[in-house]
């Protein structure tokens, strides 16, 4: 299994970047998908979730409203759309995919290698 991230870069507060993740993964579908982030010298944190049917998203409180998780099972893909970015949402940004676990801790068993995401004020 392998989960590749892309779309980090650097953009002003306020700007938008769409983050995407590509699984190659059997029954991808059946996954749930998550994306979590980790700033310099902090832990691990959880960002937004979405179930396998797409019929449950959780996000964190820090990004609700900003912050959008979607998913393309066709294209074994899932996106996280972020706009009105904040300097405070600088960090790596990781997927993570479970068939099991849906939790905001950082449990997931698959992980992607994660996508710098730069905001400047």
């Known amino acids: 299994v392998q989960l590749q991230a892309s779309g980090g870069g650097l953009v002003e507060a306020g700007g938008s970047l769409r983050l995407s993740c590509a699984a190659s993964?059997?029954?991808?579908?059946?996954?749930?998908m998550a994306w979590f982030r980790q700033a310099p010298g902090k832990e691990r944190e959880f960002v937004a979730a979405n179930r396998w049917n797409g019929g449950s998203t959780n996000y964190a409180d820090s990004v609700k409203g900003r912050f959008t998780i979607s998913r393309d099972n066709a294209k074994n893909t899932v996106y996280l759309q972020m706009n009105s970015l904040k300097p405070e949402d600088t960090a790596v940004y990781y997927c993570a995919a479970d068939s099991q676990y849906y939790g905001t801790d950082p449990k997931w068993y698959y992980w992607g290698q994660g996508t710098q995401v730069t905001v400047s004020s």
């Open positions: 993964v059997r029954a991808f579908s059946s996954r749930a």
